[in-house]
């Protein structure tokens, strides 16, 4: 970088690009909503048949490289307004260093060295000369250059040295940002194709790294979020931010946002997607290079030769179902975006997003926007739930996320005119099995500050949205019950209200809790129920084993809240249709989601008065 560049250097030319990359990547986010919400759905609503579907996986495809797109535009756009940044650093301090020499009357050359009048006292009746200063940043060759002003006879000579050292000190530091970043610019290209790999995704977050990596300064000059805030110290960062600086967070930190809870939830979502795409790319490139890598399955041991299992063959084969599992999960969650406006689910928001999170990964869906809700309920799976498995049918038991369907379908049904979100929330390690690990309370102790946080974010982000919290529901199947009750008492301990209208429990073994109001929690607005065949096992093996407080569990007259009536026959037989119909057991849950307390049928069928929303 030479004097002459930088001097005419028009910085806002970089910036106006920028803008013109965030532009774009808008109109790709736009047309990918577009074709998943609106074109999509309107093809299901009016067409079928094959040749509807290769239309449908067409348009997922297409939808797929609007989302690359609007990723790469993002980060495009930030290492622009990052350059931009850093080379206007550079020249205020070249234009204040040539103002400053100008302003007395030196004359500022055409390499940046800066040529000085003659002044001083008389010697032998002359004027010591003028001459011309050229710049250091060498500390001992300004040091010298000290020390030789010191003896020179123009005083203007120092004068001039120190502007042209910061004249030279500016060209070096444009310089070095221009070298940073011509490289990553050059890096930021795509191949020349219309399909969007795993590679092109694995590429898009190197490039996102690298870039995050030159872009310190520019981060650094946007105020940083709260560290451990609380959800609404985290809405209220976002809140006053700029949006280039809300695109720049989410282009170069988007696993950082897509985790702070209190964000609103289209916000979460977009960074999530993309943690979901790049992450998608980088285990399918990972599995395609394991697959063409395996070793001798067997191995020979013994003066006989017997054989056994070799030891690489079986870390690489565990290796290998544990990526084919995270995919069949984070499959799972993009086969629900494909399903949007099919039997009219609404747009789905992926609020969380952790493929490796406590080794069975991590996973909150909803169906609707929660933060514009009339009604949400979060759902909260038990034992045995991990991300390979959250969209996998057992049999007739429908998945974690079919089952949040389902509520959704049914509670919509309920409240024709109102807005319903329903939740799965995957979001601690649940216990992995039912024997030797559901017993113990420690999974819900260590997951419950995860999902107080949760409860207060959602609550902020409604709040902000809309200025009201709604009417929400938290659902616990199984040990995501106990789960509940942990966390229950963490804000009976912070002396604050659990932030929900009414708790759910179905097939609870205990929520370590004697008494529903020993949880804080209004017995009124706390619901049980209980099935039959190994729900009995659950639910009385919690008993014994002390998930219960002092033998109480929540489906027990003594445990004060309201015990509801239910058809399921089995242990995940609580979402359950028929024909389309939904059994008593999800008709009750809805009708608690919505507020429709008249009509849950209780055991003892007591009859409760409506609450109106």
């Known amino acids: 970088m030479d004097y002459s560049t930088l001097k005419n250097l028009k910085t806002s030319e970089f910036e106006d690009a920028a803008d013109g990359y965030r532009a774009a990547g808008h109109m790709a986010s736009s047309a990918k909503d577009a074709l998943e919400q609106r074109i999509s759905v309107k093809l299901r609503e009016s067409l079928s048949g094959q040749a509807t579907e290769a239309a449908l996986t067409q348009l997922r495809a297409l ?293 490796d999170g406590e080794g069975n990964g991590r996973v909150i869906l909803a169906n609707g926007n929660p933060d514009t809700a009339d009604h949400t309920a979060i759902y909260i799976p038990g034992t045995t739930t991990d991300l390979s498995a959250i969209g996998e049918d057992d049999g007739d038991t429908p998945s974690d996320l079919k089952r949040s369907e389902r509520l959704w379908r049914e509670s919509g049904r309920l409240a024709p005119g109102h807005k319903v979100s329903t939740i799965t929330w995957l979001d601690y390690d649940a216990p992995d099995n039912v024997l030797t690990d559901a017993p113990s309370d420690t999974y819900a102790e260590q997951g419950a500050p995860r999902l107080h946080r949760y409860l207060e974010g959602n609550r902020t982000a409604h709040t902000y949205a809309t200025g009201d919290t709604g009417h929400t529901t938290v659902l616990g199947h199984s040990y995501g019950s106990t789960l509940i009750g942990d966390t229950a008492k963490t804000f009976v301990r912070d002396q604050t209200p659990f932030p929900a209208d009414d708790v759910l429990v179905a097939g609870s073994p205990g929520m370590q809790a004697k008494h529903a109001a020993d949880l804080g929690i209004d017995p009124q607005h706390m619901w049980a129920m209980e099935g039959g065949g190994l729900d009995n096992v659950v639910t009385e093996g919690g008993r014994a084993m002390g998930l219960g407080g002092g033998g109480l569990i929540p489906t027990d007259p003594g445990f004060g809240g309201k015990i509801m009536k239910s058809d399921a026959e089995s242990h995940g037989s609580f979402w359950d249709t028929e024909a389309g119909a939904a059994s008593l057991s999800l008709k009750n849950q809805a009708r608690v989601i919505t507020g429709r307390y008249g009509d849950v049928v209780l055991e003892n069928h007591v009859i409760l008065k409506d609450k109106a929303y």
């Open 63 to 355: 939808a797929q490289d609007f989302h690359y797109t609007q990723v790469e535009c993002g980060v495009i756009s930030t290492a622009l307004n990052a350059l931009a940044a850093d080379l206007q650093t550079a020249k205020k301090k070249l234009d204040a260093a040539v103002a400053d020499a100008e302003g007395e009357k030196f004359t500022v050359e055409k390499d940046g060295s800066v040529t000085y009048p003659a002044g001083g006292d008389e010697y032998r009746g002359k004027t010591p000369p003028g001459g011309t200063a050229n710049g250091v940043t060498d500390e001992t060759a300004k040091a010298l250059n000290r020390q030789a002003a010191a003896f020179d006879p123009n005083p203007h000579f120092a004068r001039a040295q120190a502007y042209a050292d910061r004249i030279t000190a500016a060209l070096e530091e444009a310089t070095a940002a221009d070298e940073k970043w011509a490289p990553k610019l050059r890096s930021l290209k795509a191949d020349d194709d219309l399909t969007v790999s795993a590679a092109d995704w694995v590429d898009a977050k190197k490039d996102t790294g690298g870039v995050g990596d030159c872009a310190e300064r520019y981060l650094d000059s946007v105020k940083a979020p709260p560290k451990h805030g609380t959800p609404e110290d985290n809405a209220e960062w976002w809140k006053h931010l700029s949006a280039d600086e809300r695109d720049a967070y989410i282009s170069m930190h988007p696993a950082s946002i897509g985790a702070m809870n209190g964000l609103p939830a289209d916000v979460l979502d977009e960074a999530n997607r993309t943690v979901l795409a790049e992450t998608r790319g980088q285990y399918e490139m990972r599995l395609a290079a394991l697959n063409k890598s395996e070793p001798p399955e067997f191995e020979s041991v013994g003066a006989r030769g017997d054989m056994k299992y070799s030891q690489k063959w079986l870390d690489w084969h565990h290796e290998k179902e544990r990526l084919e599992g995270k995919l069949k999960g984070m499959r799972a969650i993009q086969d629900r975006f494909d399903r949007t406006g099919q039997g009219g689910l609404p747009e789905a928001y992926l609020l969380g997003f952790d493929p």
